[in-house]
């Protein structure tokens, strides 16, 4: 059975969201249960349940692009 794409998309002035399979880590290492199939991730850095989105991005009024920002200097870029 073949797993299935995980994608992740900016959200304009809002969250990631995250679809398909993931497994998800604190900085220990420790998992974090997802509890959904499909999870926002916050990209402001204010949400209280970080690192889920809980929607304060809206009260703060952040701002950000849905789509790419920025390109890695030619130096930096991925591979």
């Known amino acids: 059975m073949r797993q299935r794409e995980v994608t992740i998309t900016p959200y304009p002035n809002g969250p990631f969201l995250v679809r398909g399979p993931i497994r998800l880590l ?3 290492g420790r998992e974090i249960s997802p509890r959904r199939r499909v ?8 949400s209280r349940i970080r690192p889920f989105c809980d929607g304060t991005h809206k009260l703060i ?3 950000a692009e849905g789509g790419e920002e920025a390109r890695f200097p030619s130096d930096l870029e991925a591979p």
């Open 39 to 46: 999870i926002a991730l916050c990209r402001c850095g204010r």
């Open 26 to 28: 604190d900085q220990d």
């Open 61 to 63: 009024g952040f701002r």
